[in-house]
């Protein structure tokens, strides 16, 4: 029988935060659900057209097995999905909003959007 892989140690901080809200799409998604609960369809278009739903379903999949967005699942059809920060996704949102603040400040003039919307 083999032995259960160990759980990785990090050697920095930063290191672990940018494993788990690293990437292109995942501060972008955990940034639309500040707000409250969105449905997968309202997700979408938030973010598109540059996110496939492919690449969107593999990010709220590793977001939640991170315990940073919380999937509900409801049985009717056709089927109702919504997604929801958790505590610890929420603990992120102050985060997020400097970075927002940080890229206004610096990046003006290339941005499309602005955090407020």
């Excluded at 292109?24 to 609960?37: A, C, M, R, S």
């Excluded at 997700?43 to 097995?65: F, G, S, W």
């Excluded at 919504?82 to 206004?104: A, F, R, V």
């Amino acid at each position: 029988m083999a032995a259960p892989p160990k759980k990785y140690k990090y050697s920095w901080p930063i290191e672990a935060t940018l494993d788990v809200i690293g990437g292109k799409w995942k501060p972008l998604v955990i940034y639309q659900l500040k707000d409250g609960t969105l449905r997968f369809n309202q997700i979408v278009n938030r973010v598109k057209p540059r996110i496939t739903q492919r690449m969107l379903t593999k990010e709220l999949r590793e977001l939640e097995k991170d315990g940073l967005v919380k999937r509900k699942v409801y049985a009717q059809v056709p089927p109702k999905v919504e997604y929801s920060l958790t505590k610890k996704g929420q603990s992120l949102i102050p985060i997020l909003d400097q970075l927002c603040d940080w890229g206004s400040e610096h990046m003006g003039d290339d941005i499309e959007f602005r955090c407020e919307e």
